[in-house]
Each structure stands twice: as C-alpha cells, then as structure tokens.
C-alpha cells in the first residue's frame, strides 16, 4: 500500500492491534514477532503478500507491523520493495548465542565428566558452523574447536547433523556458495557424497567427523531437539578414544543430555527458569 494511500487506524482497529491475545500477551507483539519468524523460515526476505498468505493476516495489519518494525531497525526495506530482516537482530542474536552458550555449559560439563573428552555446542550462522559454548577435556591433548570459532559444514559432525533434514536443493546450494575444501585427506569434498553422508546421519539419529577436520581427531554430534534456534552438542577426542566401541556408549547419552537441555531451555522461554546439572 503506498504511504499516500495508507489511513491511520480507527480507535477499535489501535485497540485491536494492542489487545491481550488469547496467551495472556499483546497481540500485536505476538504478531510482530511470528512475521519475523516467518521472514527468517523464508531466507531473511519476503513480500507483504507472501506474509499475508503465510499468517493469514490482512495486508493492513502487515503493512502497519512491518512498518513499526522497519522504523526500530528490525527489518528494512529492499529497493524492489520486498522486506528483509534488518541489522539490529544480528546484536540480538550474538547476545542470545551467548546467552545460550552461557545455559548449556553445565550439560556440556556432564558429558566432559562421562566421558573423559572435550563436549561442544554449535549452531548454524548463515553458511558456517560457529562453536558458542565449550567445555575442555582434563586430559592434555586440545581439540581445533574454540568458542567463536567458525568452520564450514560438510567437515564436521555438527555441520552434518544440523544439515541432515535440510532439503537436499538447499543443501547443495550452501555448498556451492561456500565449496567443500579438503581440511584432511579424509574431507567429504562432493555434494553427492555429502548428501549420502547426512542420509546416514538420519538413519543413524548422530553424526560423525572421523579425522575430517582434523587428523587423529574423532567427533560424534546429535541436535538439540526443539532448541529455539537450531544447535548441536558434540564431544570430540583422539580417535584412539573415540572409538566405535566408544561411540555406542557415547550416543545414548548425547541424546539424552541434549533433551535435558531442551527441556531446560523451554521452561527458561516459558519464564518458569531453568536450572543447570
């Protein structure tokens, strides 16, 4: 709708749009925040009739919220007059991506105490993998992972599983934008072996990295079921540990420790607190 052409709100239409939703909340909030949860399930960019066919809210009510939220930064306005996710949600996000980081180091800390080696959580930034929380192995030996540290998918158990349910048209199109450099010799460099990979990891319910990031190094890795934001816990140690003895062991108690934290990061959104092991 053009600016000369738009109207202001009735005083029934301004109460609506502030009127408690059926949760206990502002409506209008709770609309604002589910387009822009849309636009992010969209790639980051749509249209006001793509919205409006998505919500099922009247184009109205769409302009008058992504105008609000284009004036606070949280969105802006592409010159062929499609909407993007702005820049003010990249401060959000790196402060929850600490936040997060900060709420799973007690899991995290119960896997480095079970099994003896270093316990990761990772999630997906864009076309990279990025390490937000870490807890060290007691033993000597360090892994390449660092907290910050970004690495590209297709050469970790990580990047495996947080792509495995990823269609497969999108997956090929992250690796054509990012390549499938060879880390180690036993690197996944094809698109078609990749995706072989992830149909494993599927089957499986884990993923691996086996000396594919790093020679000698050994990574298992499942998701965070329902997590807010799509994340991984993962331990990693020297092959000569991690072994597929090892593994067996390891497995059921990823899953496990990774439905604890989901549990505990739903009760946290749910404002009743969640509290580390």
Not at 173 to 190: D, F, N, Q
Not at 251 to 277: F, I, K, M, R
Request: hydrophobic share 40%; glycine share 10%; charged share 20%.
């Amino acid at each position: 709708m053009p600016p000369s052409a738009e109207r202001k709100p009735t005083t029934s239409a301004a109460q609506a749009a502030t009127a408690p939703a059926a949760s206990g909340g502002v409506q209008s909030l709770e609309r604002a925040f589910d387009l822009l949860e849309r636009m992010a399930d969209a790639g980051g960019e749509v249209g006001l009739s793509e919205l409006s066919t998505a919500s099922g809210l009247p184009l109205p009510t769409i302009h008058r919220l992504m105008r609000t939220l284009v004036s606070c930064g949280y969105v802006r306005q592409q010159p062929n007059r499609r909407y993007a996710l702005g820049p003010r949600l990249i401060r959000l996000g790196e402060s929850a991506s600490r936040l997060l980081g900060t709420w799973a180091r007690p899991y995290l800390a119960r896997l480095v105490e079970e099994t003896g080696e270093t316990a990761n959580m990772a999630m997906l930034d864009g076309d990279e993998i990025v390490y937000v929380a870490q807890v060290p192995s007691r033993h000597s030996m360090r892994m390449f992972t660092e907290v910050g540290r970004r690495v590209l998918p297709h050469s970790t158990g990580v990047g495996k599983v947080l792509l495995a349910h990823t269609p497969e048209d999108q997956v090929r199109a992250l690796l054509g934008r990012t390549g499938m450099p060879a880390a180690t010799e036993k690197t996944i460099t094809t698109p078609e072996g990749f995706l072989e990979a992830l149909g494993h990891v599927r089957e499986a319910g884990y993923a691996t990295d086996d000396n594919e990031q790093e020679i000698g190094v050994r990574c298992i890795a499942v998701t965070v079921p329902d997590s807010p934001t799509s994340a991984a816990i993962s331990i990693s140690g020297p092959a000569g540990r991690v072994t597929d003895a090892a593994t067996d062991k390891f497995v059921p108690l990823l899953h496990e420790v990774a439905a604890d934290l989901s549990a505990a990061l739903a009760s946290s959104g749910n404002g009743t607190g969640g509290n580390g092991q």
